[in-house]
């Protein structure tokens, strides 16, 4: 499991919270491997969403190769307000951009930064960008699954992948390593894109399947992920990324690429509709014969949080009465994932905090939650939540 990478003192949801809380639909774009597209898909996504109506952010967080400056011809420098908030750079009409080359220097010069500085600059970016309200963040990531898109998880709880692959095999054995860092940071994929599938004659117009088509689709089925599509080869999309013209040629209405990439954004947002993640009626969980409620404890009182616990408490509760009550010992060593109480099969989370991130694992697994609570035994924990004076809602 990767290191967790909080920054000491700093209460990162705080600094983020306003700035999150403004957009919508926060996306990741992940290759295992470089040179798979994934920049220009990010690009050319962030276009269509824009072009759908939307108002959409492209954040270049590839702190050491950023290529979306260059893809789309954006300035170097960025204004800043009176605030002192960077005001990213709007390149059409709904779509803005920020890259981390607009803060470099020396542009020659390769970012030799630690996880640390990185998962801060990052931060930085996302909480110093006045992006305003966005219906989509899409974020560019460095290839693979390093120090860039482990923060990204960090940062942005409900930030969701989309990874980028070809055809070929190993481009494939690297998206099944994209798809386990996913679940290790608990961070749903709203799914694969195969890029170069199929190459697009220029003379002809004729489909030639230059590298095996349909990898991306077999892999997408095997670990249950959702298939976005395909796009194909096309030499016009590396002339268009070189010049930076990507806005231009997505005008062609009529290029195989385009088409399919419009048909991707659709795709994309239609699954973020069936993936949007509510809040666990509390009143649905106290209305059911049995259900069973999970406490963090430490020293046998509520844990200040969730991760330091040193024991659970179950508490089943069976026609609105308390039947049996457990005390658990994590068998994990270091920090408590939710997840744990997830697998234990818990209904109703009791805790006194809770991270965002920890919020959006439980909501997303139908699992309620109760914060703030007092300091009290299980029992009458449970007792205050069955009688409604705990857990309002
Ligand atoms: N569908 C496509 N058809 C033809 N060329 C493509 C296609 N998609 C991307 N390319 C080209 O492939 C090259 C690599 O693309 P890009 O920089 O987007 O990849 P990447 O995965 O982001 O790489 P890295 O992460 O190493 O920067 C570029 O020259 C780009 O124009």
New binding site residues.
């Given amino acids: 499991m990767k290191q967790e990478k909080q920054m000491p003192g700093i209460d990162e949801e705080a600094i983020l919270k306003p700035v999150l809380t403004h957009i919508k639909h926060k996306l990741m774009v992940l ?1 295992g491997k ?8 990010a690009a050319c996504l962030a276009i269509a969403l824009a072009k759908k109506g939307n108002k959409v952010g492209l954040l270049d967080i ?1 702190l050491h ?1 950023p ?1 979306i400056p260059h893809l789309l011809n954006i300035p170097d420098i960025l204004d800043i307000s009176p605030e002192q908030k960077v005001l990213p750079k709007e390149i059409m009409p709904n779509l803005e951009v920020v890259s981390m080359e607009c803060f470099m220097a020396d542009k020659d010069q390769a970012v030799i930064w630690r996880g640390p500085l990185k998962h801060a600059a990052i931060r930085q970016f996302i909480g110093d960008v006045q992006w305003g309200d966005l219906d989509y963040l899409v974020v560019d990531s ?2 693979g699954t390093g120090d860039e898109p482990l923060s990204i998880a960090q940062l942005i709880p409900e930030a969701k992948a989309i990874i ?1 692959t070809t055809p070929q095999e190993v481009a494939l054995a690297d998206i099944r390593k994209s798809i386990t860092f996913c679940h290790e940071v608990d961070m749903d994929i709203a799914g694969i894109i195969e ?2 599938s199929g190459f697009i004659c220029p003379h002809c117009g004729k489909e030639v399947d230059i590298f095996k088509t349909g990898g991306g689709e077999r892999t997408a089925l095997a670990f249950h992920v959702e298939f976005l599509g395909k ?5 016009g ?2 002339e268009a ?2 010049e930076g013209k990507l806005i231009k040629y997505m005008e062609r209405e009529d290029n195989p ?1 385009n088409k399919a990439l419009f048909e991707i954004a659709d795709r994309l947002i239609q699954r973020l509709k069936e993936m949007e993640i509510k809040p666990v009626s509390l009143d649905e969980i106290r209305a059911k014969n049995s259900y069973k409620v999970t406490i963090p404890l430490k020293d046998g009182k509520p844990a200040p949080f969730l991760t330091n616990c040193d024991q659970i408490a179950m508490v089943h509760v069976k026609d609105s009465q308390i039947k049996k009550v457990e005390r658990i010992s994590p068998s994990q060593q270091g920090p408590i994932r939710p997840k744990v109480f997830v697998d234990l099969g818990a209904d109703l989370v009791m805790a006194k905090e809770m991270k965002e991130k920890a919020k959006y694992v439980f909501y997303k697994n139908k699992v309620g939650v109760v914060l703030d609570i007092p300091d009290a035994t299980p029992e009458e924990l449970v007792e205050k939540f069955i009688k409604g004076e705990l857990g309002g809602k």
């Fill in positions: 290759s470089g040179g798979v597209g994934k920049s220009t898909i590839d190769g290529s460095p290839p980028v890029n170069m796009l194909p080869f096309d030499l999309v590396v990324g070189d690429y």
